[in-house]
């Protein structure tokens, strides 16, 4: 298969320091971060316009779903109106401290119940990457570095920039990614909802909190997505913006230092911001050059959720756990938008955010050590797709 591109950078995944480049004067650094905020505030706009339209026709999970479709008609018309890397790296931390808010004491008490449980999911992630990996390298004729981390369900920004140090394809690996997450975002809702038979996740942005934020909450839960963000900077792993206020927020709240969960109009303002940020992830592709990458990664895409339905039925038999939670826990989204997901739907927050962390962070371990394993020829930085 012909490369698609040598080297890119996704627009949703260039880190924060870009916005900082060729900024010649303090005016000058105003003037870009009042256009970053101009641009970030229409984006929101746009998404938050999806949003209340989904909320009106009693769509599941409005605020996402909504954001996702708007922002993604804007996108995939080439228009400039897109969320701002800032804006995700605000979001991260955020998401990491509601989705923390679900832990409580009685919760951690039982979490050394789930390791049967966390362990199916990567047993499970390791059989679809195989599965993968055999699909992206017979039927789309993908290298082997790029069929790897294609297939792989792990973070999209850490798949494609392993996947390129690799030699393989940081397009294609960008294009199945970005796939796998919006198809899956967009289906696991619609299949509950058809599922429970009842609308699942409409959040009202002004229904009460169920437990007040005092201003010592607002001090605590700050400190706790700011330690978040500072930690991650400091030992320059991205995804810690969000797993390290998570665990910041979980720990203050199984201690009992604070018992407050964030307000039903920041989980609808995440949800839309989210949601946003996975619109845009096809801005800026080529459609007759992606075409062939897109069909396949659409199928797998189809393919996997339907593979996470049947794997949960049987874990649910296996292990005694509720078969949406096993579902939720192997879905194949982006670990940032399940927490999100999971807490709009409020179906065992804690138990899914784990499974889906832990599973991340022993991806992000074990892949670049099972390729050197598998393929003992191919050197890292050893083709052109980085």
């Known amino acids: 298969m012909g490369r698609l591109a040598k080297s890119v950078r996704h627009p949703c995944e260039c880190d924060i320091k870009d916005i900082e480049v060729g900024v010649p004067s303090a005016s000058g650094a105003f003037e870009g971060m009042l256009k970053i905020l101009g641009t970030a505030l229409v984006a929101l706009g746009i998404g938050a316009a999806g949003g209340i339209l989904f909320f009106i026709l009693h769509l599941p999970l409005p605020w996402t779903l909504g954001s996702i479709t708007a922002t993604g008609i804007v996108a995939a018309m080439g228009r ?21 808010s679900a832990f409580t004491p009685a919760l951690a008490a039982s979490a050394m119940q789930w390791w049967g449980a966390i362990l199916f999911v990567v047993l499970f992630s390791a059989g679809t990457t195989c599965l993968g990996y055999v699909y992206f390298r017979k039927l ?26 690799f030699g393989g394809d940081m397009r294609s690996i960008v294009l199945v990614h970005s796939t796998r997450i919006v198809v899956a975002v967009f289906l696991i809702p619609i299949f509950l909802q058809i599922l429970l038979g009842h609308p699942v996740g409409r959040v009202s942005p002004f229904a009460a909190a169920s437990v007040g934020l005092s201003l010592r909450d607002v001090v605590v839960l700050s400190l ?24 910041f927020s979980a720990t203050v709240h199984v201690l009992g230092i604070s018992e407050a969960s964030l307000p039903p109009w920041v989980t609808a303002l995440m949800q839309v911001l989210i949601g946003g940020v996975a619109g845009a992830r096809f801005a800026g592709v080529r459609w007759r050059e992606a075409r062939r990458v897109l069909v396949l990664a659409l199928v797998w895409a ?30 194949p989204g982006g670990v940032v ?26 991806i992000l371990v074990l892949m670049p ?11 890292p930085g050893g083709g052109s797709g980085a």
Do not use: N
């Open 80 to 100: 400039r109106w897109l969320m701002p890397t800032a804006a995700r790296m605000l979001a991260r931390p955020i998401v990491g401290v509601v989705a923390g």
């Open 140 to 165: 789309g004729q993908f290298d082997a570095a790029t069929a790897f981390f294609a297939s792989s369900p792990g973070g999209l920004g850490e798949m494609t920039l392993l996947g390129g140090t």
């Open 224 to 247: 706790c997505a700011i330690a978040g963000f500072a930690l991650a900077r400091i030992v320059r792993y991205p995804p810690g913006t969000m797993i390290f206020a998570l665990v």
């Open 302 to 331: 189809f393919v996997v959720v339907l593979i996470v339905g049947i794997a949960a039925s049987a874990s649910s038999w296996i292990l005694g756990r509720p078969f949406v939670a096993m579902f939720l826990s192997l879905a």
């Open 337 to 362: 938008e399940m927490a999100v997901i999971t807490f709009a739907l409020g179906i065992e927050v804690a138990f899914v955010v784990t499974c889906q962390v832990s599973r991340i962070l022993i």
């Open 369 to 379: 050590l099972s390729y050197r394993f598998l393929f003992k020829s191919s050197q």
